[in-house]
């Protein structure tokens, strides 16, 4: 392996340990940030992440709040539930784990959140600030690379990203915050044309594109950083990313793994989030437990 592992879990661990400092200090000024989970339904891969949630933010020192509700439930309960979360001066952080059943309207829940308390960056005016480059909540997966990418040093500005993916909550802001750090940026997704004519040009290669080994050797230049948002099982049942990492470390100059790169970084930046959202409430004198 020629690659630098870059990895997600120790770096998510030494911000988690800065948060919770911050928490520590808040405490002793009366406020417990808190985070609430909303879960709709019985997906097993939600059910890990919730928890992981839960677990996380119970270990920085934060208060979490669990809202299970059945896959029939309405969309107006649902709404109701977040109204309730969105007045309650305990809870500074709201986040409903994606996907929602097919019943249930995915935007119209996310604008029911309180932009103040959208600890995962996804309401629109969030989005758009981040857009015009006011500060906001950031998409936790986007704002963890951006950490990876910083604290192993790895240059942004000037440099190439090309992204392989165009979610709402990956790949578009990605592109977004590589741009205002003075990246040239390129994206591609399932109707790009030749896409290694695309990926092999990248000095920075971000790839969300949910499909086993969708990169392998021949889209990848010499020396290039590769960070791999997948979350997928390979055959065997293995958790396994979109990079055939096995081909592609030994042409990379660096390389998140699946499972312990961008995964544990998006958990870490839920909790900075809604770290910032308890510390603006204590500020302006709005946090109570
Ligand atoms: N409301 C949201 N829903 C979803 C988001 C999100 O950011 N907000 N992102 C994904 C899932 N996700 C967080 O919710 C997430 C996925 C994976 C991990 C992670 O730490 N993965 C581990 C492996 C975990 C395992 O063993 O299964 C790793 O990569 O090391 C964290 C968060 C979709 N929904």
Redesign the pocket.
């Known amino acids: 392996m020629n690659a630098k592992l870059i990895s997600?879990?120790s770096i998510g661990n030494e911000i988690r340990e800065e948060i919770k400092e911050r928490v520590l200090k808040l405490k002793e000024g009366g406020c417990v940030p808190g985070l609430a989970v909303i879960l709709v339904g019985d997906n097993q891969?939600?059910h890990?992440?919730?928890r992981?949630?839960e677990k996380s933010s119970v270990a920085a020192g934060m208060k979490s709040e669990l809202v299970r509700l059945p896959v029939s439930v309405s969309e107006d309960e649902l709404l109701e539930q977040i109204n309730k979360l969105n007045l309650d001066q305990t809870i500074h952080g709201i986040?409903?784990?994606?996907?929602l059943p097919n019943h249930i309207d995915e935007n119209l829940v996310i604008q029911a959140i309180d932009p103040d308390k959208d600890v995962?960056g996804?309401h629109p005016i969030n989005v758009g600030k981040m857009i015009i480059g006011q500060r906001s909540y950031l998409?936790?997966?986007p704002y963890g690379i951006i950490k990876l990418l910083e604290r192993t040093n790895t240059p942004i500005s000037g440099q190439h990203a090309v992204i392989v993916g165009r979610s709402n909550?990956?790949g578009k802001p990605m592109g977004q915050l590589l741009l205002q750090r003075d990246a040239t940026v390129t994206y591609c997704h399932s109707k790009t044309k030749d896409l290694a004519s695309f990926t092999k040009q990248a000095d920075i290669l971000i790839v969300a594109m949910g499909q086993t080994k969708f990169i392998g050797a021949e889209h990848v230049k010499e020396g290039a950083v590769v960070i791999d948002v997948g979350?997928n099982r390979d055959e065997n049942g293995k958790?396994c990313g979109d990079v055939d990492f096995d081909e592609v470390k030994n042409i990379a100059s660096a390389i998140t793994?699946?499972?312990?790169?961008?995964?544990?970084?998006?958990?870490t930046m839920?909790l900075k989030n809604t770290l910032h959202s308890a510390e603006t409430a204590f500020k302006s004198g709005n946090c109570c437990e």
Do not use: E, H, R
Request: proline share 11%; aromatic share 6%; charged share 5%.
């Open positions: 997600g879990t891969a939600s890990t992440y919730v992981n949630k986040l409903v784990q994606l996907p995962d996804f998409s936790c997966t909550i990956v979350m958790l793994p699946v499972p312990g790169g961008v995964g544990p970084m998006t958990i839920l």
